[in-house]
């Protein structure tokens, strides 16, 4: 049983647009909120993370908006571009070491 | 730095046979993991390491093994592989917090069970 939940689980936006990703959790001792980047035939990597004591964090294009009440958070991508095409991960941990990933999503940003 | 190395990258078996994946990090990471990665499932984790000599299970144990004998190795063990172990396996390395939390994770061993 997945711990996290992540919606959608593809998207598909024009160059310049906004691509948005929820996630959900249930266990309220999750204290790391990551979120990773995959391309064809790579590994992750780590894109953006947040800790519960903020609600918002932005890097770049990129914004994690979190709500802790509701155990949710979401990736909002600004300005969408092709090079942006790839499979989004929500995960979550209350320790250094167990990340829980959600489904992941794949993203398609078209020209 | 090399990061995470996993070899091989490609790896077909045939249904019973065993086989070692293995996982180096030059990061002197105490922190290592082994995640499957299948479709609509996201990365499940199968075992992980605080340390040498230190293991333990993860969401997805059966059917694998693991041991740590140094900081930089944690080799995956299929004693008898099956074809629902047909997966991406992704080995991933990670300080404690205080160094960084940041999983830096290896390209990936795509493995076909026949």
């Known amino acids: 049983q997945q711990q996290v939940k992540q919606s959608p689980q593809s998207l598909i936006v024009q160059k310049g647009g906004i691509s948005i990703i929820n996630c959900a959790y249930e266990n309220t001792a999750f204290d790391y909120f990551p979120w990773y980047q995959q391309f064809p035939g790579k590994g992750p990597a780590l894109l953006i993370a947040i800790r519960p004591d903020v609600s918002e964090k932005k890097e770049g294009r990129f914004t994690i908006s979190f709500n802790k009440s509701a155990k949710q958070f979401s990736l909002h991508i600004m300005d969408s571009q092709p090079g942006d095409s790839a499979t989004y991960f929500c995960?979550?941990?209350?320790?250094?070491?167990?990340?829980?990933f959600g489904a992941g999503t794949t993203v398609t940003v078209r020209a | 730095n090399a990061g995470v190395t996993q070899t091989p990258k490609f790896q077909v078996l045939k249904t019973g046979q065993s086989m070692t994946l293995q996982c180096a990090q030059d990061m002197n990471h105490e922190y290592m993991s082994w995640y499957r990665q299948d479709p609509g499932m996201g990365l499940r984790l199968i075992h992980y390491?605080?340390?040498?000599?230190?293991?333990d299970q993860g969401e997805v144990p059966n059917g694998y093994n693991v041991s740590r004998s140094t900081t930089e190795d944690f080799p995956l063990r299929l004693l008898s592989a099956a074809p629902s172990q047909t997966s991406v396996y992704f080995c991933a390395s990670r300080q404690p917090r205080g160094g960084g939390t940041e999983a830096f994770f290896g390209q990936g061993t795509r493995l076909t069970v026949v």
């Open positions: 995960a979550a941990s209350f320790n250094d070491y167990k990340l829980s």
């Open positions: 390491s605080v340390g040498a000599g230190i293991t």
